[in-house]
């Protein structure tokens, strides 16, 4: 394997690779210290802490005068590229992540607000896709360059496991905003001609609401995800441990079948049952019967469903009765 020879110095000289993080870190503060840019990061503050875009006059600009997010991004490109020419072996200073066809630059994130580019490569035919994805997110978008075809799709409340879809096919183009309700509007790529460069600001609530995914074809809902990042954290660690066998972690698991979200309590449940039959057996009695509890029904229906397939666990029931 061939490797670079300034690749290679910096296993005994460092210095090199802190200098170019510092030239390009320098470069990211002058342009974020300007007056103009300065007047919009404060704007997204303010929005980031609940303020509507149209109190945030600078930063509301950007969203609905394309030419104007065009000019900010053109002059973060002068700022950063030639430092980059100069420093090849420094890295990005922001947050970024490529995933596929889509790579995204975070460019500012205040409280529930982010800012960031976003960048849909060319896709070699129309997007075949089945289910689309609403999430608790207001967004909004500046076409920088390129074209696409897409389309909005929004939907209603019809019920708990299903909703009626429309849709709407739209061309974009340089110059074009779009407005986002991401609990009833979201935007499907639909062909990607060249490139398509695009501005973006979001923002969640404090406590989202879950994520929904439907089938296009008859609005059912496939898929519910938590929209708050520590339930998802939290089920993260339950199937951790789970995998892990870690029998320790089972009373714990039972305490997480008490308060919070219910899909969360339903996980720790499934998660202790499998690591540790009475302490999982208890808390799914103390679930099923508590009539107060959300989670009540689908915690008798498994109960008896468990007792039906394994009757040694109704000597578990016995032992855990008062009487």
Same mark, same amino acid.
Request: charged share 25%; hydrophobic share 40%.
């Given at each position: ?11 005994s000289n460092s210095a090199p690779q802190r200098k170019a993080q510092q030239m390009l870190e320098g470069a990211k503060d002058d342009w974020r210290s300007t007056p103009q840019?300065?007047?919009? @990061?404060?704007?997204?503050? *303010? @929005? ?12 509301? *600009?950007? @969203? /609905? ?11 973060? $490109? ?12 420094? %890295? ?7 995933? +596929?066809? #889509?790579?995204?630059?975070? &460019? ?5 607000? /982010?800012?960031? !580019? ?6 070699? +035919? ?5 289910? #689309?994805? @609403?999430?608790?997110? %207001?967004?909004?978008?500046? #076409? ?5 075809? $897409? ?10 496991? /299903? ?6 096919s739209l061309a974009l183009a340089q110059g074009d905003t779009l407005a986002l309700s991401g609990r009833t509007e979201t935007k499907i790529i639909k062909q990607v001609a060249?490139?398509? =460069? ?17 089938? =296009?074809?008859? +609005? ?14 939290h089920e993260l660690m339950l199937a951790l441990l789970g995998r892990m066998g870690r029998i320790d972690a089972a009373p714990i698991m039972a305490e997480m079948t008490q308060? +919070? ?7 720790? =449940? ?13 808390? =799914? ?8 509890? /959300? ?17 040694? !666990?109704?000597? &578990? ?7």
């Amino acid at each position: 394997m061939r490797i670079d020879p300034e690749l290679y110095a910096l296993r005994s000289n460092s210095a090199p690779q802190r200098k170019a993080q510092q030239m390009l870190e320098g470069a990211k503060d002058d342009w974020r210290s300007t007056p103009q840019n300065r007047a919009i @990061f404060d704007d997204l503050a *303010r @929005f980031g802490a609940g303020a509507a875009l149209h109190e945030c006059d600078r930063l509301e *600009r950007l @969203f /609905t005068q394309a030419k104007t997010a065009r000019v900010f991004t053109e002059k973060l $490109i002068a700022a950063l590229l030639p430092e980059m020419a100069s420093h090849p072996l420094g %890295q990005i200073p922001f947050r970024h992540q490529n995933s +596929g066809a #889509v790579s995204v630059l975070q &460019i500012a994130a205040s409280g529930q607000a /982010t800012m960031s !580019l976003v960048m849909y490569e060319r896709t070699g +035919g129309s997007c075949d896709q089945q289910t #689309v994805c @609403f999430t608790d997110c %207001q967004r909004h978008e500046a #076409v920088l360059a390129g074209h696409a075809a $897409i389309e909005i799709v929004r939907r209603d409340n019809s019920g708990e496991n /299903t909703a009626n879809l429309h849709q709407e096919s739209l061309a974009l183009a340089q110059g074009d905003t779009l407005a986002l309700s991401g609990r009833t509007e979201t935007k499907i790529i639909k062909q990607v001609a060249d490139r398509l =460069l695009v501005l973006r600001l979001s923002r969640s609530p404090v406590s989202p609401m879950a994520s929904l995914e439907f089938r =296009l074809s008859d +609005g059912v809902l496939v898929h519910r995800a938590s929209g708050e990042r520590r339930d998802s954290r939290h089920e993260l660690m339950l199937a951790l441990l789970g995998r892990m066998g870690r029998i320790d972690a089972a009373p714990i698991m039972a305490e997480m079948t008490q308060t +919070g979200a219910d899909h969360l309590r339903w996980e720790a =449940l499934r998660e202790c049952l499998a690591l540790d039959t009475v302490e999982g057996f208890s808390a =799914l009695n103390a679930m099923a019967k508590d009539q107060g509890d /959300t989670l009540c029904v689908h915690a008798q229906t498994l109960r008896a469903q468990l007792i039906e397939t394994h009757p040694e !666990l109704a000597a &578990i029931e016995s032992m855990l009765c008062p009487a």
